[in-house]
T-cell receptor, first 113, second 112 residues
Framework: EPEVTQTPSHQVTQMGQEVILRCVPISNHLYFYWYRQILGQKVEFLVS????????KSEIFDDQFSVERPDGSNFTLKIRSTKLEDSAMYFC???????????FGPGTRLTVT | ELKVEQNPLFLSMQEGKNYTIYCNYSTTSDRLYWYRQDPGKSLESLFVLLSNGAVKQEGRLMASLDTKARLSTLHITAAVHDLSATYFC????????????FGAGTRLTVKP
């Protein structure tokens, strides 16, 4: 069964460093999303992406964040200058479109020290 | 802004008992999703509810949607230990690419 994959599974970085989190959505899906979940808390929407552009973003998704689909398969989230409070699990999700559910990847645990 | 509220946030049950988790939301939406999350794991889709009065059942779990009341319920029948997890409801405001907004989650523990 097709699934969303994410790499790395765990990333440790120092404050102020740039990180890139990678996702490979399900191949026939058209809509892509990033969410984050601070440990023990709820899942928070960051950004949605369709047709090679951002379609919606939350107030969390400020100028230090960017997304890209560089090669038609990967979908990346870049954090330019990480802060301690960026430590969280980051989930990528994709869906076909319309009312279908989003399928989530296994997540990348980001630890900023 | 779309708000999604779940209750209870924590639920400890004995095996064999029944209970209901509630999900209220603030917008007019007929798209509601239930996900399960095990500790340290990703989110697994349980139910997709797409119309008023929709009811879906899978094993000991049954989900329903009342769009007029802006309420969904997740009913657990004769709980077993394997159901221990965190359950999230999420609401989609419609359209093709709208994001989902999640409730805070209900952490369910089923004790023998």
């Amino acid at each position: 069964e097709p699934e969303v994959t994410q790499t790395p599974s765990h990333q440790v970085t120092q404050m102020g460093q740039e990180v890139i989190l990678r996702c490979v959505p399900i191949s026939n899906h058209l809509y892509f999303y990033w969410y984050r979940q601070i440990l023990g808390q709820k899942v928070e929407f960051l950004v949605s992406f369709y047709n090679n552009e951002i379609s919606e973003k939350s107030e969390i998704f400020d100028d230090q964040f960017s997304v890209e689909r560089p090669d038609g398969s990967n979908f990346t989230l870049k954090i330019r200058s990480t802060k301690l409070e960026d430590s969280a699990m980051y989930f990528c999700a994709s869906k076909r479109g319309g009312p279908y559910e989003q399928y989530f990847g296994p997540g990348t645990r980001l630890t900023v020290t | 802004e779309l708000k999604v509220e779940q209750n209870p946030l924590f639920l400890s049950m004995q095996e064999g008992k029944n209970y209901t988790i509630y999900c209220n939301y603030s917008t007019t939406s007929d798209r509601l999703y239930w996900y399960r999350q095990d500790p340290g794991k990703s989110l697994e889709s349980l139910f997709v509810l797409l119309s008023n009065g929709a009811v879906k059942q899978e094993g000991r779990l049954m989900a329903s949607l009342d769009t007029k009341a802006r309420l969904s319920t997740l009913h657990i029948t004769a709980a077993v230990h394997d159901l221990s997890a965190t359950y999230f409801c999420a609401v989609d405001e419609g359209g093709n690419n709208n994001d989902m907004r999640f409730g805070a989650g209900t952490r369910l523990t089923v004790k023998p």
